[in-house]
């Protein structure tokens, strides 16, 4: 077998072809994928026994391997992320070569091999060639900045004035550590260089959180995103294909703990003023020990969602309401009232506080169900209840497992304690169950659930009650 790559201007590195002479007939032959551990070869006829005429076709060969090379250099030179230099084209060259010489690389040890000088370095002319493709594609990027980018990009979210607000701030802060202003041309912004940088730079922050660097990563990822929706052809979108992912730590949840009946006779104190002065605070902490709802579903009830559905009085918890996020499907149910809670006087004074504001059935019972924006209030528990659960001692640190869900968990031990079916359980408390059983077959009547309900109330709160009463009469 006899290397047969001739001298040719047109190679640019690729190892010797062979010739391999067989029955008078010659043959290229080259090296395929080991299988096994096995070597595996190609042979092709070239249906001739003339050596030189045989030469010449591996010639041609040679040079259609080169040119597979040179198109494959041209595709990753086009489709680079950045301006390159000749320095990386040269560089990128040697990995394609490489990777084609471990592809078609062929030897037989028992035929005599004849190396032939190979000219094993790319033409000057051929790399002037990729510059200047290169310096035509520099010249002819657009000339938007990154301020008309950010603008893009914010009109398309369509996002709250805050989280707009947000994401210029934080933008804004990465543009500096590359030295960069809201003026900058966003070409120069497109460099595979400048995003490494501002990634590592996030990454190595240590006064930041996971959650931040999470966040201002994937500001990073929608501005180069919408700059390349703007010019797709310029501002190719691999540049941020290698960006990393960073994984929130997660970190042990501190479990939700129920409130003893000690605690509870505290927090229903009526010789405290807290209630007295938040009575719709009083009755969402109520609808909580009561149907175990979650403070979202307690906090954002309408007065349209108090009904009496086949003579029973119910709260109707649903999402019909964009301040309304219920965690899933068994979250929207129909839970009838308790008989301590209609005892206490609720009924009336939903009623009486509706005809006394002049509320439409779509307004929300407790007026601190939203901010001024019209969004959900989620700062109710730490502004309006924590602060007082604090004051009476029952919470003693930020995450003692004490909050507005230990209403929720009590219900449910409550429940269990009175031997009711943990189906009617999770019907009542709104959770989906943990297996297929739990979850289709939750399907009670409301004269079923309330009568399973009548079997379990907080007897040591009676007296406490009997006071609230009466002192809810009056608001």
Known sequence: MKNCGAKCDARIGAKP?????????????????????????????????????????????????????????????NASPFYITEKEVIKIRDELIEEYNRKYSASHPRDKIENMEQNQSISKEYIDKIIS?????????????????????????????DTNRRKINALNKIFTVVNMTPK??????HDVKIIQTITQHLINKSDMSDKNKQMQLSYIKEFVTCAHNMYPSAFPLNIILNMPNIKKKTKAKNPHLPYTNEQLYEIFNPERDFFQKNPDCFWTCLIGLFTGARINAALTLQYADIINENGIDCICFQSNHPAKNLK???????????????????????????????????????????????????????????????????KTADKDGFDFHSFRKTASITMQTAKIPDSY????????????????????????????????????????????????AKK
């Open 17 to 77: 072809i062979y010739l391999w002479l067989r029955n008078n007939t010659f043959y290229s032959i080259m090296e395929l994928p080991r299988v096994n551990g096995k070597r595996r070869y190609k042979r092709l006829s070239l249906h001739t026994d003339n050596y030189y005429e045989a030469r010449e076709k591996i010639k041609q060969m040679a040079v259609i391997f080169d040119k597979e090379i040179e198109k494959e250099l041209r595709l990753r030179v």
């Open 133 to 161: 493709s290169v310096e035509q594609k520099k010249t002819a990027m657009p000339t938007c900045t990154i301020q008309e980018i950010i603008d893009a990009m914010l009109l398309k979210a369509n996002t709250k004035k």
């Open 184 to 189: 900058s041309l966003y070409a120069d912004f």
């Open 328 to 394: 899933n499907e068994a979250s929207e149910r129909k839970v009838p009232i308790h008989k301590q809670l209609f005892d206490l006087g609720f009924l009336d004074y939903i009623k009486r506080k509706q005809r006394k504001l002049k509320a439409t059935p779509n307004d929300f019972i407790n007026q601190k169900a939203t901010t001024k924006n019209g969004e959900y209030n989620n700062k109710f528990t730490v502004r309006v209840l924590t602060p007082f659960l604090k004051e009476i001692g029952i």
């Open 425 to 472: 359980i999770h019907a009542i408390i709104g959770w989906e169950g943990d297996n297929t059983m739990q979850q289709s077959y939750s399907n009670f009547t409301l004269e079923q659930i309330k009568k399973e309900m009548d079997t379990y109330e907080y007897d040591f709160l009676k007296d406490h009650f009997a006071k609230w009463k009466e002192i809810m």
